[in-house]
């Protein structure tokens, strides 16, 4: 399928978000520090803020990614700093909070024992989600449906990574965090969820997106925050970074190499 | 360093550090809650020691209804296999990495006979420790110590090396299905089955060894049947004894199984690998009839009930081998009361006692799954943490969940209990009702407690089954104060659930 059939697609059968609330971003992260006891700095004033865009995180392996996720998820409390979702600080509502957030861990611990189907409906559910429509449309799009009825333990490795994505992605979240996406994707299931973030960010919907792969970050992020070692060590658009780096006109590799590792 | 070794070293090397992050429960906890129970099961103790060792030395089978004992030992025969599959053949577990390096298959053998000799050192000290308590002692005098530590290590050791054949004939029997040599898989089958069977014969009707018997009471009648007929083949009245009889049997006996598993092992190791991929892989889902949206219309919240459509469908999918042993053990409480119930030996209202006590058992058996199921949940419980459940919904499936599966057992004991042939009405109703407050007590109080005993889930289960346990016997036993019972199980029940959300909430999600 074309990308322009396949931008179609995506923009016939994908509604708007829900856009209340627009006072406050969407995500706000406020001098954010997490340690590991006491001598692992994961995170070190962190600051940076996500609306109405994509965001891309990048950082060596070790630099701290996760680790933000799973803050902003209030996975892990982190020591100090403030984290809100569309005005809720996750500390104090982090129910109301997830409410807001689709989320792609990095390690996928799925239910071996479920089939495909019956994992998104178990997360539709937990989403209070009645979307049977919207999942099968899903399937359809990542090219699952005729392996929905099968086991997950039973999955490739691209496979339970696009079932992450969908349960991740459906039910419109407003805020979409994504953790390593691309990892066991084949090129045509990164191209289409290149153009379904595309289309979603369009339609409202807030993307946190971190991946080692710097050409889908630098294609599909509106601004780049870089960790190296628990601190943000460059944050604006792409050109911004660049200049930020002193390296005006090098390949985006290039510039990463240059901020993220010492 | 020889593969054997290195790889054993650091086997062991695991296991310190796994002996190390659980020191606390294995020699404080476990201990004190062992000790505890024995405390105050000691006045039974004492009366049960004698009739036991003249049971034993009476060389006669345990009188215990032999369909439901038959049933166990047909599914403890089933359940041995799965975990020795998995440390032989299953790539997602350690050993499994030593096919693809050059290690002989020879040592690849002597590792997974080692973890499987590992996997019966705590059997070997329970069994030690409970056979010194039976002596009114903490472990067997030291002039029987040899002689109970050989005992008991030849018969568990055989139990491993039997469960490694086990292991290797289904795999090799369920690819021969498929080609034309399906004899040999089967062959060695049933004759590892009656070579199991023959050296619990000897083993475990042994009066030096009485607990060696306990373990494998389930195969007792099986042994029997073949005694009964190598004796008429013979024309034996008595089998040959003598004191070297039993450790030479013994010791021959384990380095036979210890042959056959080598050959068989080496011998079908590189084919059984290709099979074991094949039979890992199942590709046909049963689902559970069950509608969510039918449900949620009638429990309410969606979150609540997509989680237990979640939880049942995984029981259903026996998550863990620990399904088919629970359903077992209920099955094996519930053949037991029947028999019970038949029994005119004991007083009308013993047997209607002892029957709801049974049934509670069963119940209990059932309701012993959840929190194995949130063990096995607790990897993937991010889903519920990033998704914005409420943490009363979280904690208040499990009890559903729980409340479901006590009510599976409560519902056939109820039926036995209606078609009890000599009970009256009166005691029939007042049987079912003790059954349905104990089915309540103990799905509740386990099934809220759930969240407190998340990680470890075994000594967890041992607290909250004596606390259910000891309510509903006081119930059962003492119905005449039951509103005292009632209250104390309203305070028990409503301290858990106060705290129920706050455990949730403080449930850890796994990197």
Same mark, same amino acid.
């Given at each position: 399928?074309?990308?322009?059939?396949?931008?179609?697609?995506?923009?016939?059968?994908?509604?708007?978000?829900?856009?209340?609330?627009?006072?406050?971003?969407?995500?706000?992260?406020?001098?954010?520090?997490?340690?590991?006891?006491?001598?692992?700095?994961?995170?070190?004033?962190?600051?940076?803020?996500?609306?109405?865009?994509?965001?891309?995180?990048?950082?060596?392996?070790?630099?701290?990614?996760?680790?933000?996720?799973?803050?902003?998820?209030?996975?892990?409390?982190?020591?100090?700093?403030?984290?809100?979702?569309?005005?809720?600080?996750?500390?104090?509502?982090?129910?109301?909070?997830?409410?807001?957030?689709?989320?792609?861990?990095?390690?996928?611990?799925?239910?071996?024992?479920?089939?495909?189907?019956?994992?998104?409906?178990?997360?539709?559910?937990?989403?209070?989600?009645?979307?049977?429509?919207?999942?099968?449309?899903?399937?359809?799009?990542?090219?699952?449906?005729?392996?929905?009825?099968?086991?997950?333990?039973?999955?490739?490795?691209?496979?339970?990574?696009?079932?992450?994505?969908?349960?991740?992605?459906?039910?419109?979240?407003?805020?979409?965090?994504?953790?390593?996406?691309?990892?066991?994707?084949?090129?045509? /299931?990164? #191209?289409?969820?290149? &153009? $379904?973030?595309?289309?979603?960010?369009?339609? !409202? *919907? @807030?993307?946190? %997106?971190?991946?080692?792969?710097?050409?889908?970050?630098?294609?599909? /992020?509106? #601004?780049?925050?870089? &960790? $190296?070692?628990?601190?943000?060590?460059?944050? !604006? *658009? @792409?050109?911004? %970074?660049?200049?930020?780096?002193?390296?005006?006109?090098?390949?985006?590799?290039?510039?990463?190499?240059? &901020?993220?590792?010492? | 360093?020889?593969?054997?070794?290195?790889?054993?070293?650091?086997?062991?090397?695991?296991?310190?550090?796994?002996?190390?992050?659980?020191?606390?429960?294995?020699?404080?906890?476990?201990?004190?809650?062992?000790?505890?129970?024995?405390?105050?099961?000691?006045?039974?103790?004492?009366?049960?020691?004698?009739?036991?060792?003249?049971?034993?030395?009476?060389?006669?089978?345990?009188?215990?209804?032999?369909?439901?004992?038959?049933?166990?030992?047909?599914?403890?025969?089933?359940?041995?296999?799965?975990?020795?599959?998995?440390?032989?053949?299953?790539?997602?577990?350690?050993?499994?990495?030593?096919?693809?390096?050059?290690?002989?298959?020879?040592?690849?053998?002597?590792?997974?006979?080692?973890?499987?000799?590992?996997?019966?050192?705590?059997?070997?000290?329970?069994?030690?420790?409970?056979?010194?308590?039976?002596?009114?002692?903490?472990?067997?005098?030291?002039?029987?110590?040899?002689?109970?530590?050989?005992?008991?290590?030849?018969?568990?050791?055989?139990?491993?090396?039997?469960?490694?054949?086990?292991?290797?004939?289904?795999?090799?029997?369920?690819?021969?299905?498929?080609?034309?040599?399906?004899?040999?898989?089967?062959?060695?089958?049933?004759?590892?089955?009656?070579?199991?069977?023959?050296?619990?014969?000897?083993?475990?009707?042994?009066?030096?060894?009485?607990?060696?018997?306990?373990?494998?009471?389930?195969?007792?009648?099986?042994?029997?049947?073949?005694?009964?007929?190598?004796?008429?083949?013979?024309?034996?009245?008595?089998?040959?004894?003598?004191?070297?009889?039993?450790?030479?049997?013994?010791?021959?006996?384990?380095?036979?199984?210890?042959?056959?598993?080598?050959?068989?092992?080496?011998?079908?190791?590189?084919?059984?690998?290709?099979?074991?991929?094949?039979?890992?892989?199942?590709?046909?889902?049963?689902?559970?009839?069950?509608?969510?949206?039918?449900?949620?219309?009638?429990?309410?919240?969606?979150?609540?009930?997509?989680?237990?459509?979640?939880?049942?469908?995984?029981?259903?999918?026996?998550?863990?081998?620990?399904?088919?042993?629970?359903?077992?053990?209920?099955?094996?409480?519930?053949?037991?009361?029947?028999?019970?119930?038949?029994?005119?030996?004991?007083?009308?209202?013993?047997?209607?006692?002892?029957?709801?006590?049974?049934?509670?058992?069963?119940?209990?058996?059932?309701?012993?799954?959840?929190?194995?199921?949130?063990?096995?949940?607790?990897?993937?419980?991010?889903?519920?943490?990033?998704?914005?459940?409420?943490?009363?919904?979280?904690?208040?499936?499990?009890?559903?969940?729980?409340?479901?599966?006590?009510?599976?057992?409560?519902?056939?004991?109820?039926?036995?209990?209606?078609?009890?042939?000599?009970?009256?009405?009166?005691?029939?109703?007042?049987?079912?009702?003790?059954?349905?407050?104990?089915?309540?007590?103990?799905?509740?109080?386990?099934?809220?407690?759930?969240?407190?005993?998340?990680?470890?889930?075994?000594?967890?289960?041992?607290?909250?089954?004596?606390?259910?346990?000891?309510?509903?016997?006081?119930?059962?036993?003492?119905?005449?104060?039951?509103?005292?019972?009632?209250?104390?199980?309203?305070?028990?029940?409503?301290?858990?659930?106060?705290?129920?959300?706050?455990?949730?909430?403080?449930?850890?999600?796994?990197?």
């Amino acid at each position: 399928m074309s990308e322009d059939q396949l931008t179609r697609t995506a923009s016939t059968t994908y509604p708007p978000a829900d856009p209340s609330n627009t006072t406050e971003p969407m995500l706000s992260v406020e001098n954010v520090s997490k340690s590991y006891g006491g001598d692992v700095q994961a995170l070190d004033g962190v600051s940076l803020e996500a609306n109405d865009e994509v965001l891309g995180l990048v950082g060596a392996n070790g630099a701290g990614k996760s680790t933000l996720y799973r803050s902003i998820l209030d996975l892990t409390t982190h020591d100090s700093g403030t984290i809100r979702i569309a005005g809720y600080d996750v500390r104090k509502h982090s129910v109301e909070a997830r409410r807001l957030i689709g989320y792609l861990p990095e390690e996928l611990h799925l239910y071996d024992r479920l089939s495909g189907w019956e994992l998104l409906a178990l997360v539709a559910g937990l989403r209070d989600l009645d979307n049977s429509e919207e999942r099968r449309e899903w399937l359809d799009y990542f090219g699952l449906d005729n392996r929905r009825d099968v086991l997950v333990g039973e999955y490739s490795l691209g496979m339970r990574k696009k079932i992450g994505l969908i349960a991740a992605l459906m039910g419109r979240p407003r805020l979409a965090l994504l953790d390593e996406p691309l990892n066991g994707l084949d090129t045509d /299931s990164m #191209r289409r969820l290149r &153009l $379904r973030i595309e289309e979603m960010s369009r339609a !409202g *919907t @807030t993307f946190v %997106v971190s991946s080692h792969v710097m050409s889908f970050v630098e294609r599909i /992020s509106d #601004r780049i925050a870089v &960790l $190296r070692k628990g601190r943000l060590v460059a944050y !604006g *658009t @792409t050109e911004s %970074v660049r200049q930020q780096a002193g390296m005006p006109n090098s390949p985006f590799e290039d510039v990463f190499l240059q &901020l993220a590792l010492d | 360093m020889r593969p054997t070794q290195l790889i054993l070293t650091f086997r062991c090397r695991a296991f310190g550090r796994w002996i190390r992050a659980h020191g606390f429960e294995l020699f404080f906890l476990g201990p004190m809650i062992v000790g505890g129970a024995l405390w105050v099961l000691s006045r039974h103790l004492d009366s049960l020691r004698a009739p036991i060792r003249q049971l034993v030395e009476s060389h006669q089978p345990l009188g215990l209804p032999i369909s439901p004992v038959l049933a166990f030992s047909l599914l403890l025969f089933v359940l041995q296999v799965p975990a020795t599959f998995r440390e032989l053949y299953d790539p997602r577990y350690g050993a499994s990495v030593l096919d693809a390096l050059p290690v002989p298959t020879a040592a690849r053998f002597h590792v997974s006979m080692a973890t499987e000799g590992m996997a019966i050192v705590p059997t070997f000290l329970v069994l030690l420790t409970v056979m010194g308590v039976l002596e009114g002692r903490f472990l067997p005098s030291l002039s029987r110590l040899p002689d109970v530590c050989w005992g008991l290590f030849s018969a568990l050791g055989s139990l491993a090396l039997f469960r490694i054949v086990m292991a290797l004939s289904v795999v090799r029997w369920r690819r021969a299905v498929r080609s034309i040599s399906a004899h040999a898989g089967i062959g060695v089958r049933v004759v590892t089955t009656l070579l199991g069977a023959l050296a619990l014969l000897a083993l475990g009707l042994s009066a030096h060894y009485p607990l060696a018997s306990f373990i494998f009471l389930p195969w007792l009648p099986a042994a029997a049947q073949i005694e009964a007929i190598v004796r008429s083949g013979f024309a034996l009245t008595t089998m040959p004894h003598s004191p070297w009889t039993e450790p030479i049997t013994q010791a021959c006996y384990l380095l036979g199984l210890y042959l056959l598993a080598r050959i068989l092992f080496i011998r079908w190791h590189r084919s059984n690998l290709e099979t074991a991929r094949l039979l890992s892989h199942r590709r046909r889902v049963v689902g559970l009839p069950l509608n969510l949206r039918w449900l949620t219309t009638r429990l309410g919240a969606r979150p609540l009930v997509a989680q237990i459509v979640r939880d049942l469908t995984l029981i259903a999918r026996r998550f863990s081998p620990a399904v088919p042993l629970a359903a077992g053990v209920a099955l094996t409480a519930q053949g037991a009361v029947v028999s019970l119930l038949f029994d005119d030996n004991l007083p009308l209202l013993w047997r209607q006692r002892l029957a709801v006590a049974g049934l509670s058992l069963s119940v209990l058996a059932m309701v012993a799954l959840v929190p194995f199921l949130l063990k096995h949940q607790l990897p993937r419980f991010w889903i519920e943490k990033t998704t914005g459940v409420e943490l009363e919904q979280i904690w208040k499936a499990k009890l559903w969940t729980a409340t479901v599966l006590g009510s599976i057992p409560s519902i056939l004991g109820s039926m036995i209990l209606l078609a009890a042939p000599d009970l009256d009405p009166t005691a029939k109703g007042v049987a079912i009702l003790q059954l349905i407050a104990a089915t309540g007590i103990v799905t509740s109080i386990l099934g809220l407690a759930v969240f407190e005993i998340a990680a470890q889930p075994v000594l967890g289960l041992i607290f909250g089954s004596l606390v259910a346990l000891a309510l509903a016997a006081l119930i059962v036993f003492y119905p005449v104060a039951w509103w005292l019972w009632l209250a104390l199980y309203g305070y028990v029940a409503s301290q858990i659930a106060g705290r129920a959300s706050r455990r949730v909430q403080l449930v850890e999600v796994a990197e």
